[in-house]
Nanobody, 125 residues
């Protein structure tokens, strides 16, 4: 089973551009879907972005489309989330999730079987 380790969160000013990383250990991301989700205080965890490792296609929540970019580094077995033009509403714990996936589309959140520990992103106004 793949193990996930997130990094890159912290305190950022509005308009900032941090990059989150999700590194896999234990096995590669081949034949996995990898997604980023976030959970704001008092709210449910919601989808942010996903990449299908085999097909390479990407998907974004409407709230981050045009500001966030998901990418992958095959050699480092790592998925990144570049976040630009951050807003206070982006404040949340960001989680990386992964699940075996053999289709060129995106699994629903409940299908994700592996999760990282989460990384806090706090956007100050």
């Amino acid at each position: 089973q793949v193990q996930l380790v997130e990094s890159g969160g912290g305190l950022v000013q509005a308009g900032g551009s941090p990059r989150l990383s999700c590194a896999a250990s234990g096995r590669t991301f081949s034949n996995y879907a990898v997604g980023w989700f976030r959970q704001a205080p008092g709210k449910e965890r919601t989808f942010v972005s996903a990449v299908d490792w085999n097909c390479g296609s990407t998907s974004y929540a409407d709230s981050v489309k045009g500001r966030f970019t998901i990418s992958r580094d095959n050699a480092k077995n790592t998925v990144y989330l570049q976040m630009n033009s951050l807003k206070p509403d982006d404040t949340a714990v960001y989680y990386c999730g992964a699940t075996p996936w053999f289709q060129c589309n995106y699994p629903p959140q409940y299908e994700y079987s592996r999760w990282g520990q989460g990384t806090q992103v706090t956007v100050s106004s």
